[in-house]
């Protein structure tokens, strides 16, 4: 085989006059999928109410000049008025000062339990499909046991172990078998991926271990999670409301929203009122973060990248 | 599809042992006395005899044997709090109560769910299918004691035309029902438009539509089939549901049910009481996905096929 001198090998028709520069800044990720969310309506309104109700639930307390643990008994069970702008339970409290004090722990439980057993399920479901084989089975039979049993009967079962009283114990209580379902999930997602085709490709073109787990297997593991735990939130809150209501939630006198529909409840026939006000919230947010969660979904799904 | 079966089975039995101890050493691990919540001041002796009627005098792990060895025969102790009425009758007595309520919500949610989702799917983008959608939104984010409340004040409030609550004539289920058949039509209504739509893009509805069928052929002989097999798969997450809400409706509506006894059981601290309905429930669940899982194998081709393989 004849050898080809070094001075033939060269660039000569070519210049290098721009035609590969991109003329637009590059879109990442997030910021494509952050596009897409604003051109869904009812996600950016779901978005719009989440954003007002925490600004709500922030300073909301001030707004009406009563503390919520203030008894007053001159204007027990009173409708809306000017005075109290959603009315007064049954000791006299003002509805306005509560509601926003019950959110805070609502949304409290459900952001906070949702992201530690996201958390929680993405290290076990990751190590679980990291490491396969029997680590994986003897793994994955643990969380079957875990979640054959129905949810709420763990919880109710772990508060009264607990002896919750406070928010914490709540939280604890909840989270204990709550990743079960994220770590599941996120196993399924990273088994699926290392057989895609992207990861052959980058494996092919010799891209080191790590930065395969770190550029293609977690942002594309990312995106389901975050949607999970969007549709995981209104669970935690519903989770609480139901615990508080049959009395085994957050005792008084703190409150969140599931406690005070309880207590209204009792009265509900004469006074309506006190009902709507805290399952019109609790409604309200479960229906933000579903709708959000739904639009997030759409955003955030690579696959319907065009 | 034996060897799949016996696997099942096996799995069974070792997650039931496994629900029956977890719950056991959880209940065994409660803070305070079990004989505690009586709020009667005896004289040491009865206390002494109580401790030995319930075991409590043994060590735990003797206690755990008793325990296990009742269970095996369906024996689930006696309640704390009512001396004398043991936790299988009281089981037996309150289920069926349960059962006809939340049975006739399922059947009754199911269908309707069912229905709702075929013509969301079939009306898709259009008015039915924002409707549909409405509902089943509404259905997934009302709180079950909201619904129940509001249906309440509406029909027996308001118009009288139902009992508010109570026990005993059949116009007593009509509002329970009502309000736990609402979960089941909202996951049914979601579930089946997706999966309708799905079947809807396959290539044999394609070839259907290309050699001439009428389309009421083509939906009812090869769509609503297809679209109905993986809505097996959620009736056991939605039995649950069922009996779940059952807490809270059976007792806003004093039916004396199961549920309402668990609630009670849990505020009276009637550990005997609680532990074994947990136990119950957990083997109803239990049961009830193998055999869900069992029966769509029996009608999915496809899965048993793959499980043969």
Redesign the interface.
């Known amino acids: 085989m004849q050898s080809i001198p070094k001075e033939k090998l060269q660039i000569i028709g070519i210049e290098d006059n721009g035609v590969e520069a991109t003329s637009r800044p590059r879109v990442g990720y997030f910021q494509d999928a952050w596009r897409r969310l604003r051109q869904n309506k009812i996600a950016t309104l779901a978005l719009f109410l989440l954003l007002v109700i925490v600004v709500m639930v922030i300073i909301g307390p001030k707004l009406s000049g009563y503390a919520f643990e203030e008894v007053d008994k001159t204007v027990i069970n009173q409708g809306p008025s000017a005075k109290h702008w959603f009315g007064t339970d049954k000791l006299g409290r003002d509805i306005f000062a509560r509601v926003w004090v019950s959110g805070r722990v609502s949304l409290t439980i459900g952001v906070l339990g949702a992201f530690i057993s996201a958390v929680l399920g993405c290290i076990y479901g990751g190590v679980a499909a990291y490491f396969g084989g029997i680590v994986d089975t003897i793994m994955m039979?643990i969380v079957?046991?875990m979640i054959?049993?129905?949810y709420?009967?763990v919880v109710?079962?772990?508060s009264?172990?607990f002896?919750s009283k406070g928010m914490f114990t709540l939280i604890l209580a909840m989270t204990i078998t709550g990743w079960c379902g994220m770590a599941r999930m996120v196993r399924a997602q990273m088994l699926s991926l290392k057989n895609e085709e992207f990861i052959l490709a980058a494996q092919a073109l010799g891209v080191k271990p790590w930065k395969i787990i770190v550029r293609h297997m977690i942002p594309n593991t990312l995106s389901t999670v975050i949607v999970s735990i969007t549709f995981d939130i209104?669970g935690y809150i519903?989770s609480e409301?139901?615990l508080s209501?049959?009395?085994?939630g957050i005792q008084p006198p703190n409150t969140s929203w599931?406690a005070m529909?309880?207590a209204a409840?009792a009265q509900?026939?004469f006074y309506?009122y006190q009902?709507f006000f805290p399952?019109f919230m609790?409604?309200l947010t479960?229906?933000c973060f579903?709708?959000l969660g739904d639009g997030l979904r759409d955003a955030l799904d690579p696959k319907l990248r065009k | 599809m034996l060897k799949y079966v016996l696997k099942r089975i096996g799995y069974m039995i070792v997650t039931l042992f496994a629900v029956a101890t977890i719950t056991f050493f959880l209940m065994r691990s409660i803070p305070g006395d079990p004989l505690a919540s009586m709020a009667r001041t005896l004289p040491e002796q009865t206390k002494a005899n109580f401790y030995a009627k319930y075991g409590l005098d043994q060590p735990l792990f003797t206690q755990y044997l008793m325990y296990m060895k009742g269970l095996v025969q369906l024996d689930l102790g006696e309640s704390i709090l009512y001396p004398g009425r043991s936790v299988s009758g009281e089981i037996a007595r309150t289920s069926p109560i349960s059962g006809s309520v939340g049975g006739t919500a399922l059947i009754i949610g199911t269908l309707i769910g069912v229905c709702l989702g075929i013509v969301a799917a079939l009306k898709k983008n259009r008015w039915p299918d924002y409707i549909v959608m409405f509902i089943a939104i509404l259905g997934a984010t009302i709180p079950v004691f909201v619904l129940a409340s509001l249906m309440q004040y509406i029909f027996a409030v308001k118009l009288g035309v139902t009992p508010a609550s109570g026990w005993g004539k059949p116009e007593h289920m009509i509002l329970p029902v009502i309000v736990m058949s609402f979960s089941s039509i909202a996951t049914y209504a979601r579930y089946i438009k997706s999966s309708m739509l799905d079947t809807l893009n396959q290539d044999y509805v394609l070839t259907a539509r290309a050699k001439g069928l009428s389309e009421k052929k083509v939906i009812f002989r090869h769509v609503l089939r297809n679209s109905l097999l993986p809505a097996v798969t959620i009736f056991s997450s939605s039995v649950v549901g069922v009996f779940t809400g059952a807490f809270v409706t059976e007792r806003m509506f004093s039916i004396p049910g199961i549920g309402y006894y668990y609630i009670t059981s849990i505020n009276n601290h009637d550990y005997t009481m609680v532990m074994g309905t947990t136990v119950f429930y957990a083997v109803l669940f239990i049961v009830m996905q193998f055999v869900v899982d069992f029966v769509y194998m029996v009608i999915d081709p496809r899965i048993r096929v793959a499980s043969d393989k």
């Open positions: 039979r079957e046991i054959s049993v129905p709420l009967i109710i079962v772990l009264l172990v002896d209104p519903f409301a139901f209501y049959i009395g085994l599931g529909a309880s409840q509900f026939t309506p009902l399952a609790i409604a479960m229906l579903t709708l």
